[in-house]
């Protein structure tokens, strides 16, 4: 076999396997590759049709842009080509393209290129065509030439404007540009679809991209997507003289523009751009993978010209790949501190995102079952910014003959204790429903020593108990030592347990049992986020504190009353109460108050929640069948006609004893009253709605308790935001200032928020801010209000 006939065999191999990679990713919208394996068989296309031109044929890949269009829609002809780009990988690959521009446009020694640069956003390409300011057509890129008409479904993009704005635009204008879907967005269709048992997508791109190409342009209108121009194509004459000008025009007439866009002069400060929106992608809104740089000059473009699919005036500097392809060699199951058993997929190291990766998170069960993944699977791997990778598609085509299943341990791999799968248990009206959780659990809590390891670790970490320099390793020891089995145990630590242990001396060994002394006065809501309650997590924890103000009270509240305190519905209600009703937690907790932990900031009930509670709420919450809040509104009511003074349960109890009076009840059916009376003549019901009386009313909280006028502080109610990096404090010690004041700190801004704090470096969140004309407060300006609201500003 010669060597041209070996190229010819490898060269129609490569263009096979790219036309079906370029069919599943255009026209499917399924890749089954990542972006770089796609890129490296391109390259690799490419440098063998370099080497053997004769070779070369007018349908290769590398003569035209992605996939034919779909023939479910109708076929768009694009009087002007969209044209893919050529991809830097390098910085000396920029460099180059540099060199050739400057060169190609003969430009004097010295002198540089203005380009325009903006991210490269990771969605759908697509043209819209506006006739006297009107959109008349909407078109995927499809092959280059020919695309899809996507005309009804590009209209239901909010963001997209049907009639433009202003005056000035041409007679014909054709404007190029990205259909994708922010990061927040992708994530709330994923759970609306999740929860309707419908299909997930693996990305934000491929959400895009299936959500565009829709059939039923109502099912396009109910996803989050957006549109950014970033454009031109059919036009009577240049809109501007430059490229950054022409797109501010079209900002002018309503099209939206990337707010990133920026004119730069040469490579070095292209490359600068690169590097700062590089630093702050994980940060953005949307999802990048890479820059896009044109030269600014549209005279130049001119004279530069085309290469057969791309310009010679404009090049995609891609990040280091975010994705890739490996093996997946084995499932092991790590143990965390709530005994939940969760997969680890083991792989094959690969390099992803510049980081080599050879661990991956599959979350739970649930996501094993969805992925369809097996053990020997070559799968994509995903890394973006300093997230955990995680497994997102398995290849199906490269199963191999021997992949296994993944098998939940029976057994905890850890202590040998039983695995059990936990049970959602579902509340509504009188009825329990269970159903199976996706969470599998090792039952022997801290005799299990990840458990009691990772419990250790959660109590002591720095937004608990903050005990500074007991790190990891050090509880490792301490609890293979057995010198800690409960975290009681740390307080009855001597010199001399620490000072045996790896690593310390004197002087190590005194820190540590000083940091441990240090850690027994903390606030009430630092002690309840030690704790470790399974779902109640920072925020939680300040607002049982805050609200309820005593350890004594958050011990003893039922379910029913903890779910009178704001966003604690009644499953976080039931986990509180439930831990606090196990004899072992309330064992720690009294070992720890004997061993000198001593809370500072208990006190009275919140004045919010003083006499916050009504009958008609109460009866509400006992989730009696066929009475919802209005019936139990007309019960209260009624039972209050009957009463000498204030009616209670012994009056609802009472009138549900009389059929006569309780069927003459305005606002409760048949059913309905039939229920109640069945519902009370169960003693262990009565008994429970007298218990929740009998509590708020204990608490303070019930409607005959005396209200009490609370102290205002200045800032609450507000919510206040906190994006970049503040250099006066950390953003933690801010946070608590907030807090102090009476704001809530939100992760994410809305029209609600009050104030935006914005540090340098601030990004996505302060351009939201802007856009909705909130009020913003560098950091000067956020500690002069602190200091104005009497608060003492240390540096951090």
């Known amino acids: 076999m010669t060597d041209a006939q070996t190229a010819a065999e490898r060269i129609a191999q490569l263009r096979s396997d790219l036309d079906a990679h370029n069919y599943r990713y255009y026209v499917l919208d399924e890749p089954s590759v990542p972006d770089a394996e796609y890129d490296r068989l391109f390259r690799s296309l490419q440098a063998l049709e370099a080497e053997h031109p004769e070779l070369v ?12 269009a779909s023939s479910a829609f109708g076929v768009v002809r694009h009087e002007i080509p969209m044209l893919s780009l050529g991809n830097a990988f390098e910085e000396d690959d920029l460099r180059e393209f540099d060199r050739r521009v400057r060169e190609g446009l003969d430009l004097p020694a010295g002198s540089e290129a203005a380009y325009s640069c903006e991210p490269k956003l990771d969605g759908l390409a697509v043209s819209l065509l506006y006739e006297n300011g009107h959109l008349v057509r909407g078109a995927t890129r499809g092959d280059g030439s020919t695309g899809e008409d996507i005309s009804a479904n590009v209209r239901t993009i909010r963001n997209v404007p049907l009639k433009l704005r202003s005056e000035g635009w041409p007679e014909v204008l054709e404007v190029r540009g990205e259909v994708y879907m922010s990061k927040a967005g992708f994530e709330r269709l994923n759970a609306a679809q999740a929860e309707a048992g419908g299909k997930t997508f693996a990305n934000p791109r491929n959400a895009a991209a299936g959500s565009l190409r829709q059939l039923d342009p109502k099912i396009t209108a109910g996803r989050p997507l957006e549109f950014c121009c970033y454009g031109i194509g059919r036009v009577p004459a240049p809109l501007a003289a430059t490229h950054t000008a022409s797109l501010e025009r079209l900002k002018d007439w309503g099209l939206p523009i990337s707010r990133e866009l920026r004119r730069v002069q040469g490579a070095e400060a292209c490359l600068d751009y690169y590097r700062d929106i590089g630093a702050r992608r994980a940060s953005l809104a949307y999802e990048i993978d890479g820059v896009v740089f044109k030269v600014n000059d549209i005279g130049q473009q001119r004279e530069l010209g085309f290469r057969a699919r791309e310009p010679r ?62 053990i020997g699977d070559t799968v994509i791997i995903r890394r973006a910014g300093d997230v955990i990778p995680q497994v997102m598609q398995v290849v199906t085509e490269r199963r191999p003959a021997d ?64 005990i500074e320099g007991l790190g990891d390793k050090i509880v490792e020891q301490l609890v293979d030592k057995g010198l800690v089995k409960s975290p009681a145990d740390l307080y009855t630590l001597t010199y001399d347990d620490v000072f045996a242990l790896e690593g310390f001396a004197e002087v190590s060994s005194n820190n540590l049992l000083a940091s441990i002394a240090s850690s027994k006065r903390p606030t009430l809501a630092r002690f309840i986020f030690a704790l470790g309650i399974p779902d109640v997590g920072e925020e939680t924890a300040k607002l049982l504190a805050r609200t309820l103000g005593s350890l004594e009270r958050i011990e003893r509240a039922l379910p029913e009353v903890l779910t009178y305190l704001p966003d604690v519905g009644a499953e976080v209600a039931y986990e509180i109460h439930n831990f606090f009703e196990a004899e072992h937690n309330r064992e720690v907790i009294a070992q720890l108050r004997a061993n000198g932990v001593e809370l500072q900031d208990e006190g009275e009930l919140h004045a919010e929640f003083a006499a916050c509670a009504s009958l008609a709420a109460l009866i509400d919450k006992l989730n009696i069948p066929f009475v919802a809040a209005t019936g139990a509104k ?14 209670g349960i012994a009056e609802v109890k009472a009138l549900a004893g009389d059929w006569l009076d309780l069927s003459t009840t305005k606002g409760l059916n048949e059913r309905a009253r039939q229920s109640i009376r069945d519902w009370f003549a169960v003693a262990d019901h009565a008994r429970r709605a007298e218990a929740i009386e009998a509590q708020l009313r204990d608490f303070g909280m019930h409607w005959q308790s005396e209200r009490k006028t609370a102290e205002g502080l200045p800032l609450a109610g507000q919510t206040w935001v906190l994006t970049g990096t503040l250099e006066a404090m950390s953003r933690d010690v801010a946070k608590d200032r907030l807090e102090a004041l009476g704001a809530k700190v939100a992760g994410s801004v809305s029209a609600r928020t009050t104030c935006v704090v914005a540090g340098p470096g601030a990004g996505s969140k302060l351009a939201k801010a802007e856009e909705l004309g909130l009020r913003v407060l560098d950091e000067a300006a956020f500690l002069d209000a602190l200091r104005g609201y009497g608060v003492t500003v240390d540096p951090a």
């Open 57 to 68: 044929t007018p349908d290769s890949p590398t003569q035209r842009v992605g996939g034919a």
């Open 313 to 374: 005036w404009a090049i995609a500097h891609k990040f280091p790949a975010s994705e890739e392809l490996t093996e997946l060699l084995d499932v092991e199951f790590q143990v965390g501190r709530t005994g939940a058993v969760t997969p680890v997929a083991r792989l094959k190291p690969v390099q992803v995102a510049g980081v080599t990766v050879s661990n991956a998170t599959l979350h739970n069960m649930d996501e094993v079952a969805r992925l369809g993944v097996m």
């Open 403 to 466: 992949a296994r299943p993944v098998q939940v341990p029976t057994h905890c791999p850890v202590c040998g204790s039983d695995v059990e799968r936990t049970q959602l248990v579902k509340r509504s009206k009188g009825r329990e429903s269970f159903s199976e959780g996706a969470v599998y659990r090792c039952v022997g809590r801290l005799a299990c020593q990840a458990q009691l390891k990772q419990a250790i670790i959660h109590f002591v970490s720095r937004r608990a108990m903050d």
């Open 634 to 647: 007309k019960l209260a009511e009624k039972a209050a006609g009957r009463a000498t003074g204030a009616a």
